[in-house]
């Protein structure tokens, strides 16, 4: 489904349920047991081809040789043509209702490990009459989470996964903390209604299905997969109405558990903790420019960023204020949540104060919180080892590459600015705008160094650098994004109008981009073709690559395509045509798979000619033959 034919759905979908209701609950009624009709339908045929197959053995068992004579001697080869395709049909059957999604992960706490915390967990799921725990996972996310894996595929028995982000602990009291809890295991308890809890889970199971429907391979393995395909999307937009009313309904649980006031600080908090966590990180990883090794005490850090009560900034809170709703988001922003439990207008933007007491993190986790700082700093610094010390490897370079630079008696403009570029990259505290100006002065026509000029500029708080944005943009309009972001956050709190103003052309240059993505994404065989533009290298280089996949290939063309959004773009299409016998045992997809795994020297789609006939009549005039 197209998104945008999902938003009207949607949007239909929203005034039904205010307008009748029920017509909208039958819809919804009526989905939820298509979704069982697809996999009973599933169990069914792979059921009656399994039984259908032992009926058949049972036969020859009780007919005896006569059988066996019959099936080899008479029906031998219709007996081995139909094996293999029933075979398949069992297994992929099978494997679609049993695909085992996997675990959430995490460091798995027990009530050994954090006594207090699974006091509360009890107490909450005691006044909220919902399933319990199997398991509560502590990870490293700003964030908390319930997660449901079902323990045979599509099949019942549901396990209920608690994901608790240490981040957000370290940064909320344990009434704040049960308050984000509590709006999670709400869409379990029933705090929407039972219906309501059903079709949450349902969500959950349907969407995480989706994501692995590569599981299903073959051809055989496609029904499974092009059923779940067309119907998750439908099932999501009627059941979105739902999801977004629940959202409302799981915050009104969590404050009937902790109070309002809790209620309200934590979505406060937790919006203000992601924020400034995110920074952190950012700060933390640019720390790379002069460290070899990721540092080891990161969990420390920010129990320490926590305590010097940086997690209190305003601005972190009245950007997640200002952040506006989004058509395809089940979360309503913080001002609605907030809004919805009675806070008052004047009162949204009220820091959340400092904490008092205890973190979370130190009530709950006790005197294990020591050594699971420590597991969680350690497992992350192994995780990002290997990236880290690229990067650093990578700034060393640039030194190394602006030295050079500078060593050298005399530069060329590309050189020149490269040489600027670096200064600016490895030093940018820094005024650097008079170098830039001198190079603009006698190279105004070149893109980046007006770009650069005018960040360098907007860093030194001077208004100038706007036009040297807008200057690089008319000079290349992929600069348009980046020097509209730029311009942007130099705005911010500056001149509102004026950075919705640049906003506005990052989001429509951003929407171009993706039109155009998707249209080089997505080949249409109705579409222009043009000759290669290829260099000779390139277009040799192409040769040799397809000279090495001879196997089952009849002919291979090598067309430029035409992007209706961007003409100017170059990309381009090899279209094979199969022999007749890699065609009878399809092939095409192995031997696909084998040609994109070659390093094309230009951007390239691959595909058959069956499947994109339309093709055809345009390889014989402007294609290149790659193989014949």
Same mark, same amino acid.
């Given at each position: 489904?197209?998104?945008?034919?999902?938003?009207?759905?949607?949007?239909?979908?929203?005034?039904?349920?205010?307008?009748?209701?029920?017509?909208?609950?039958?819809?919804?009624?009526?989905?939820?047991? $298509?979704?069982?009709?697809?996999?009973?339908?599933?169990?069914?045929?792979?059921?009656?081809?399994?039984?259908?197959?032992? #009926?058949?053995?049972?036969?020859?068992?009780?007919?005896?040789?006569?059988?066996?004579?019959?099936?080899?001697?008479?029906?031998?080869?219709?007996?081995?043509?139909?094996?293999?395709?029933?075979?398949?049909?069992?297994?992929?059957?099978?494997?679609?209702?049993?695909?085992?999604?996997?675990?959430?992960?995490?460091?798995?706490?027990?009530?050994?490990?954090?006594?207090?915390?699974?006091?509360?967990?009890?107490?909450?799921?005691?006044?909220?009459?919902?399933?319990?725990?199997?398991?509560?996972?502590?990870?490293?996310?700003?964030?908390?989470?319930?997660?449901?894996?079902?323990?045979?595929?599509?099949?019942?028995?549901?396990?209920?996964?608690?994901?608790?982000?240490?981040?957000?602990?370290?940064?909320?009291?344990?009434?704040?903390?049960?308050?984000?809890?509590?709006?999670?295991?709400?869409?379990?308890?029933?705090?929407?209604?039972?219906?309501?809890?059903?079709?949450?889970?349902?969500?959950? !199971?349907?969407?995480?299905?989706?994501?692995?429907?590569?599981?299903?391979?073959?051809?055989?393995?496609?029904?499974?997969?092009?059923?779940?395909?067309?119907?998750?999307?439908?099932?999501?937009?009627?059941?979105?109405?739902?999801?977004?009313?629940?959202?409302?309904?799981?915050?009104?649980?969590?404050?009937?558990?902790?109070?309002?006031?809790?209620?309200?600080?934590? $979505?406060?908090?937790?919006? %203000?903790?992601?924020?400034?966590?995110?920074?952190?990180?950012?700060?933390?990883?640019?720390?790379?420019?002069?460290?070899?090794?990721?540092?080891?005490?990161?969990?420390?850090?920010?129990?320490?960023?926590?305590?010097?009560?940086?997690?209190?900034?305003?601005?972190?809170?009245?950007?997640?204020?200002?952040?506006?709703?989004?058509?395809?988001? !089940?979360?309503?922003?913080?001002?609605?949540?907030?809004?919805?439990?009675?806070?008052?207008?004047?009162?949204?933007?009220?820091?959340?104060?400092?904490?008092?007491?205890?973190?979370?993190?130190?009530?709950?986790?006790?005197?294990?919180? !020591?050594?699971?700082?420590?597991?969680?700093?350690?497992?992350?610094?192994?995780?990002?080892?290997?990236?880290?010390?690229?990067?650093?490897?990578?700034?060393?370079?640039?030194?190394?590459?602006?030295?050079?630079?500078?060593?050298?008696?005399?530069?060329?403009?590309?050189?020149?600015?490269?040489?600027?570029?670096?200064?600016?990259?490895?030093?940018?505290?820094?005024?650097?705008?008079?170098?830039?100006?001198?190079?603009?002065?006698?190279?105004?026509?070149?893109?980046?160094?007006?770009?650069?000029?005018?960040?360098?500029?907007?860093?030194?708080?001077?208004?100038? #650098?706007?036009?040297?944005?807008?200057?690089?943009?008319?000079?290349?309009?992929?600069?348009?994004?980046?020097?509209?972001?730029?311009?942007?956050?130099?705005?911010?709190?500056?001149?509102?109008?004026?950075?919705?103003?640049?906003?506005?052309?990052?989001?429509?240059?951003?929407?171009?981009?993706?039109?155009?993505?998707?249209?080089?994404?997505?080949?249409?065989?109705?579409?222009?073709?043009?000759?290669?533009?290829?260099?000779?290298?390139?277009?040799?280089?192409?040769?040799?690559?397809?000279?090495?996949?001879?196997?089952?290939?009849?002919?291979?063309?090598?067309?430029?395509?035409?992007?209706?959004?961007?003409?100017?773009?170059?990309?381009?299409?090899?279209?094979?045509?199969?022999?007749?016998?890699?065609?009878?045992?399809?092939?095409?997809?192995?031997? %696909?798979?084998?040609?994109?795994?070659?390093?094309?020297?230009?951007? !390239?789609?691959?595909?058959?000619?069956?499947?994109?006939?339309?093709?055809?009549?345009?390889?014989?005039?402007?294609?290149?033959?790659?193989?014949?």
């Amino acid at each position: 489904m197209e998104m945008a034919q999902f938003e009207r759905m949607v949007a239909r979908l929203e005034a039904t349920s205010q307008e009748r209701p029920w017509l909208y609950m039958a819809q919804v009624i009526g989905l939820v047991l $298509l979704g069982f009709v697809i996999v009973l339908a599933l169990a069914g045929l792979a059921g009656l081809v399994l039984l259908a197959a032992v #009926g058949g053995l049972i036969w020859m068992v009780v007919a005896g040789p006569a059988a066996v004579w019959l099936l080899v001697a008479k029906l031998g080869k219709l007996v081995i043509l139909a094996i293999i395709p029933v075979w398949m049909l069992v297994k992929h059957s099978f494997k679609a209702l049993l695909i085992r999604l996997p675990a959430p992960q995490g460091r798995e706490l027990t009530p050994q490990d954090a006594p207090p915390l699974f006091k509360a967990l009890d107490g909450m799921r005691q006044h909220m009459r919902g399933p319990r725990f199997h398991h509560v996972l502590l990870v490293d996310d700003v964030n908390a989470a319930v997660v449901q894996r079902p323990a045979f595929g599509l099949m019942g028995f549901p396990r209920n996964y608690l994901l608790l982000g240490l981040p957000l602990l370290e940064a909320m009291s344990p009434n704040e903390a049960m308050a984000v809890v509590a709006h999670e295991y709400g869409h379990l308890s029933g705090a929407h209604g039972r219906f309501g809890a059903f079709i949450y889970r349902l969500r959950l !199971t349907w969407s995480t299905v989706q994501l692995h429907l590569g599981a299903w391979q073959g051809h055989l393995g496609k029904l499974p997969s092009r059923l779940v395909a067309w119907y998750v999307p439908y099932f999501n937009a009627y059941t979105f109405v739902l999801a977004r009313r629940q959202e409302y309904q799981a915050d009104a649980a969590a404050a009937e558990l902790v109070g309002i006031p809790a209620a309200q600080s934590a $979505l406060k908090r937790s919006n %203000v903790a992601m924020a400034c966590h995110s920074a952190f990180m950012d700060k933390t990883i640019d720390t790379v420019r002069l460290q070899a090794l990721p540092p080891s005490d990161l969990a420390v850090r920010w129990a320490q960023e926590v305590a010097a009560e940086r997690v209190t900034d305003l601005r972190w809170l009245s950007d997640a204020l200002d952040r506006q709703p989004k058509p395809l988001d !089940t979360h309503p922003t913080l001002r609605q949540r907030l809004r919805a439990l009675g806070m008052p207008d004047e009162a949204l933007g009220h820091s959340p104060g400092s904490l008092e007491g205890p973190s979370a993190a130190e009530v709950w986790l006790g005197p294990q919180l !020591t050594q699971l700082r420590e597991a969680q700093q350690v497992a992350w610094r192994e995780s990002v080892q290997e990236g880290w010390s690229e990067q650093h490897q990578s700034w060393l370079e640039r030194r190394k590459a602006l030295a050079d630079l500078r060593a050298l008696e005399s530069r060329s403009s590309d050189q020149e600015l490269e040489m600027l570029r670096l200064t600016l990259n490895l030093d940018p505290e820094s005024d650097h705008r008079e170098g830039l100006a001198a190079f603009n002065a006698a190279h105004p026509e070149h893109a980046l160094g007006q770009f650069l000029e005018g960040v360098a500029r907007l860093d030194q708080k001077d208004d100038s #650098g706007l036009a040297h944005l807008e200057r690089a943009i008319a000079l290349d309009a992929e600069a348009t994004k980046g020097a509209s972001e730029k311009a942007w956050r130099y705005l911010l709190g500056r001149d509102s109008v004026a950075a919705e103003a640049w906003a506005q052309r990052w989001r429509d240059r951003d929407d171009w981009e993706q039109e155009r993505a998707r249209q080089v994404d997505n080949l249409n065989d109705q579409e222009p073709l043009l000759a290669p533009t290829l260099s000779p290298d390139a277009r040799a280089q192409a040769t040799t690559l397809m000279a090495r996949h001879t196997q089952g290939v009849k002919r291979a063309w090598l067309v430029r395509r035409q992007i209706a959004m961007d003409p100017s773009f170059e990309t381009y299409v090899i279209v094979l045509e199969l022999t007749a016998w890699a065609s009878l045992r399809s092939k095409g997809p192995e031997i %696909v798979q084998a040609l994109a795994k070659e390093e094309w020297p230009f951007a !390239t789609h691959l595909c058959l000619l069956k499947s994109f006939p339309g093709y055809k009549a345009k390889l014989d005039v402007v294609g290149d033959v790659l193989l014949r």
